[in-house]
């Protein structure tokens, strides 16, 4: 479901544990994040795209522009 949040991960080389820790989430968490088991709230959403850069559109997969 959140493919791009993987792969924005991945681009950076970066752990799930090393996001999981960014955002203050548990490892198994994350995963869940990843893997579209877990919704990803509003508020880890923002976090995300302002860490990466990009905008919540582009993680949802709403836009194929990162920065707008």
């Known amino acids: ?5 993987r792969d924005l991960r991945e681009d950076r ?3 799930q ?3 999981a820790k960014l955002l203050n989430v548990s490892q198994a968490t994350y995963s869940r994040y990843e893997s579209g088991v877990l ?3 509003t508020e880890t959403l923002l976090k995300l795209a302002d860490y990466y850069g990009v905008t919540v ?3 949802l997969g709403r836009s194929q522009a990162p920065n707008g």
Request: glycine content about 6%; cysteine-free.
């Open 1 to 5: 479901m959140y493919p791009r949040v």
């Open 13 to 15: 080389d970066l752990s």
């Open 17 to 19: 544990g090393q996001v």
């Open 39 to 41: 919704d990803i709230p």
């Open 57 to 59: 559109d582009y993680i």
